[in-house]
């Protein structure tokens, strides 16, 4: 297990003999940090000029210094479950999953996550008391991929209470209401173990290079207590702690101004908004994404609204005279069809001008055409993604063609968005992908459309800058590596840098000095960059043993 990092005293440290991603220097080789602000960057030349003993000096052999990542969508306490519990990713049957159950070691509730039965040849399921049987008894959570429904054992269905709620057929997969009530069951832990799956997911996150996390909060995840521990992490450097930076948001319906305050008001810290997973519908997997026909592979079926349009109207009016960011989980067309329109009906209310000047955000998104890309754009609404759902699910015979036949080719489409203007932001939605930053970038330039490929410039600042301003954070300099700005960034070892474009006839990588654009490691070698230290706000998150050596 990677643990957080010790606090480190702000202090003065110079870069040198590597590249800077920096747009005061495309050629920049050096940087200097004082404290908790980037001082200067520029030449490996001036940067022997100005080194002294007074300073730290970190000779990068050829490494690259970048903005630190910001995961816009995840879930730090699923994300520490996920990790420490059975990993389910590689079963391809329900025999391989029961042998898994039965190998957990361990007391107590038998966790897993991210079993995808499209992978599987026989698709067929294991029945609860196959799962109870598995277990010896001990009740069984096994989350699917997508976290919109699991397996549950028939000692957990009784202890949870599922028969008779919405989404619980006496099988062992469970949706909807009878979801929530299982997963909540198991969620019930004392306040040390909560902290414990989340101190493992942020150290998980800063291994990999990210200096700020969205944590999406939501009655039906983890509940107040969870989000208010998991923004307690930002005062850790009381206790010796440096961690990325939490920007919390809580998914819960605000029927007025009023009452958009009190809730933004409850928890005794900065909420950056009412939005997130605030679900109108579920996902594609669990066949709980609300679409305008039915799925392909389930031809009854058409997923479920769990929001009205007048529910979701009232919440985007009352965010929007609140002056408070609101917005909704949103997957299927017609789910994003009942959010465009609760963004027309809340217009009317409250006026265009009030929700433009919001800065709404809707997450995910992976179903949206011309028409209503231009309607998002219109209102001045950020999508939030996740370019790996597309790495995992997109192209041929891919679970988005499984279940939604020649309508999965337009999923997630990047560039129209792009080139609307319409504002973007990336993220992992961890633990339903993990938090690895430069495979999510790769994902943008690899997209299974050609046509909705960007280009590794436009992904990474999805990936970086766009974060933080998706969060309407109060500093515009976060994101960037110029002087005055913060000292949060990533260092990297990296093959090879340059400039990776998303042009299908060229493919080409640009290094030619005269575009002055600054370079990106290469990423069509199908390896990740690795992570040599992660740096937020001038103190060091994580160090690899290398950096230094």
């Avoid at 207590?225 to 930076?245: G, H, I």
């Avoid at 919001?358 to 890309?373: N, T, W």
Wanted: hydrophobic content about 40%; glycine content about 10%.
């Amino acid at each position: 297990m990677i643990e957080p990092g010790p606090a480190s005293q702000p202090k003065v440290v110079l870069y040198r003999n590597g590249s800077v991603y920096t747009a005061a220097d495309p050629f920049a080789t050096a940087m200097l940090v004082d404290g908790d602000t980037v001082a200067w960057v520029g030449s490996e030349q001036a940067a022997s000029s100005i080194a002294d003993s007074s300073m730290e000096i970190i000779d990068l052999r050829g490494a690259l210094v970048a903005p630190g990542f910001v995961d816009s969508h995840m879930h730090l306490t699923e994300t520490g479950i996920a990790l420490d519990s059975l990993r389910l990713g590689g079963v391809s049957s329900a025999r391989e999953l029961l042998d898994a159950v039965s190998s957990a070691a361990g007391e107590g509730p038998v966790l897993g996550h991210g079993w995808d039965e499209t992978t599987w040849l026989d698709p067929t399921l294991p029945t609860p008391d196959e799962l109870e049987r598995a277990s010896a008894g001990r009740p069984v959570y096994l989350a699917r991929v997508d976290v919109h429904s699991a397996l549950v054992s028939t000692s957990l269905a009784h202890a949870a209470d599922l028969p008779g709620r919405d989404g619980f057929d006496g099988g062992a997969r469970v949706r909807r209401a009878a979801h929530t009530a299982a997963r909540q069951a198991t969620r019930r832990l004392p306040e040390e173990d909560l902290r414990r799956y989340q101190a493992r997911a942020l150290a998980e996150a800063a291994a990999n290079g990210y200096v700020a996390l969205a944590e999406m909060g939501a009655p039906h995840i983890g509940g107040v207590e969870d989000l208010r521990l998991a923004a307690a992490w930002n005062d850790s450097v009381a206790d010796a702690t440096v961690l990325p930076e939490i920007l919390p948001y809580w998914g819960e319906l605000a029927p007025s101004e009023e009452h958009a305050h009190s809730l933004r008001n409850q928890f005794g810290f900065e909420l950056r908004g009412l939005a997130g997973d605030l679900n109108i519908d579920g996902s594609v997997g669990s066949r709980t994404a609300a679409l305008r026909s039915g799925y392909s592979d389930a031809p009854g079926e058409r997923g479920s609204l769990y929001l009205s349009v007048e529910e979701a109207a009232a919440h985007l009016a009352a965010c929007s005279l609140a002056g408070i960011q609101g917005g909704f989980h949103v997957i299927g067309d017609a789910g994003l069809d009942a959010a465009l329109s609760a963004l027309d009906l809340a217009a009317e209310r409250v006026g265009e001008q009030r929700v433009r000047a919001a800065g709404h955000r809707f997450e995910h998104v992976e179903m949206v055409d011309a028409a209503a890309i231009a309607r998002l754009g219109k209102y001045s609404v950020t999508v939030s993604a996740q370019p790996a759902f597309d790495a995992a699910w997109g192209g041929p015979g891919g679970l988005y063609e499984q279940r939604l036949g020649e309508r999965g080719r337009s999923m997630n489409p990047f560039a129209a968005l792009f080139s609307a203007g319409v504002p973007v932001c990336f993220g992992s939605d961890s633990p339903v992908t993990p938090l690895r930053p430069w495979s999510s970038v790769r994902a943008c330039l690899e997209h299974h459309n050609e046509g909705e490929r960007i280009s590794a410039r436009a992904a990474f600042l999805g990936h970086t800058r766009a974060g933080w301003r998706s969060a309407k954070y109060p500093n515009p300099m976060a994101g960037q590596l110029v002087p005055g700005a913060p000292a949060s960034f990533a260092v990297w070892e990296v093959e090879e840098l340059m400039v990776q474009v998303a042009d299908g006839r060229v493919q080409s990588w640009s290094t030619d000095p005269r575009a002055r654009t600054p370079l990106l490691p290469a990423l069509d070698t199908g390896t990740d960059p690795a992570c040599l230290q992660t740096v937020r706000n001038g103190a060091e998150l994580y160090s690899s043993p290398a950096l230094r050596s």
